[in-house]
């Protein structure tokens, strides 16, 4: 198992104060980590109903987890910084029709490894993905890592953050997307698929897989066939082939 490094400095802020005055700023702010049992204050007070006005997460956490991060005196407050503008997947499907393009959203269900959500995010990019859409919580920072295993591809596709990816499905099927499970349960194959359509395909943790109410909500299920004893495919390869699939098909 990969350990987690501690992220760079421009990647997060501390302290109570320089938080506030940082989103007051206007600084996309990706996660904001509490202290579990910091006392209250009226700069705390302040600072975490800033949060919630600007919808920023936020996580109480052990004070070691934040000692982790910085040994300075944090205060019980660390903010991570976004590396990219969130975009809303409502606006980016809009665009979408507008220029008369077939949609193709990309669901990521879980993925918290940010060398995996780097890598799908590179293929996402070179294979015509019009917009990645991700949980708020159990998701994968987009940090320095990740842009940086995404070869700069996070700075150039749409990213979405929403609060439910349930909810998100069925806004894309009440917009006319196919939305597709990416899943080995499948008894259909990806090659199966009329991925012509406006599709949103969804790939699931390699070890949790696709949430069940969220393959309840899908329309079809596909698989990627394979020949070898081992069964799984890390989950940035999975998309890889699932996306050259559709690009293959919408370009013949």
Known sequence: MQQASTPPAKDFIFGIRAIIEAIKAGKEIDKLLI???????????????????????????????????????????????????????????????????????????????????????????????????????????????????????????????????LQAVRYLQQAGLQVIACTEKATENIFQMDFHLPTALVLGAEDTGISNEILKQCDKFAKIPMAGRIDSLNVAVSAGIVLYEVFRQRIS
Do not use: W
């Open 35 to 165: 202290q579990q049992d910091v006392g209250k204050s009226a700069l705390m007070s302040e600072l975490l109903g800033l949060a919630k006005a600007h919808h920023i997460v936020v996580q109480r956490v052990p004070i070691f987890k934040l000692n982790k991060i910085t040994s300075k005196n944090h205060q019980g407050a660390i903010a991570f910084l976004a590396q990219i503008t969130y975009a809303k997947f409502e606006d980016v499907l809009q665009h979408t029709f507008e220029k008369a393009q077939t949609p193709l959203f990309l669901l990521l269900d879980g993925i918290t490894d940010v060398r995996n959500l780097g890598a799908i995010a590179r293929s996402a990019e070179v294979l015509g993905v019009h917009c990645l859409i991700v949980p708020e919580k159990n998701s994968a920072q987009i940090n320095s890592d990740a842009i940086k295993t995404s070869a700069g591809a996070l700075h150039h596709i749409p990213v979405a953050r929403v609060k439910s990816l």
